[in-house]
Nanobody, 129 residues
Framework: HVQLVESGGGSVQAGGSLRLSCAYS???????????MGWFRETPGKSREGVAS???????NYADSVKGRFTISKDNAKKTLDLQMNSLKPEDTAMYYC?????????????????????WGQGTQVTVS
């Protein structure tokens, strides 16, 4: 069983920054560094959108809409996944979710697709005005 808990959301003015964090725990905690991880966001009426992903080797992928503004990182020792968001825009307003793959060393293909992930956090709201 895997549990993901996000934190760090809030309200910010356009141009500002926020840092989201996701804490990972569960029976596979010792394997944390071996999992593909991702950040997704969702707004009412829209499907869940992949924002950023990171694989066990540290290779990252970003949605075009956030490239150059968002940075995904993970701390294997602390078992955390972070998303640094800079130059925020109103269109970044959404519920943000972190996600973990079903098993360690899963395929690294298409990691911005929500269907690739088995475990999800409860989400944290980001509002940019």
């Amino acid at each position: 069983h895997v549990q993901l808990v996000e934190s760090g959301g809030g309200s910010v003015q356009a141009g500002g920054s926020l840092r989201l964090s996701c804490a990972y725990s569960g029976s596979t905690s010792n394997d944390y560094g071996r999992f593909n991880m991702g950040w997704f966001r969702e707004t009412p009426g829209k499907s869940r959108e992949g924002v950023a992903s990171i694989d066990p080797s540290g290779i990252t992928n970003y949605a075009d809409s956030v490239k150059g503004r968002f940075t995904i990182s993970k701390d294997n020792a602390k078992k955390t996944l972070d998303l640094q968001m800079n130059s925020l825009k109103p269109e970044d307003t959404a519920m943000y979710y972190c996600a973990a793959d079903a098993s360690p060393y899963g395929s690294t293909f298409n990691l911005l697709n929500s269907g690739r992930y088995k475990y999800w956090g409860q989400g944290t709201q980001v509002t940019v005005s």
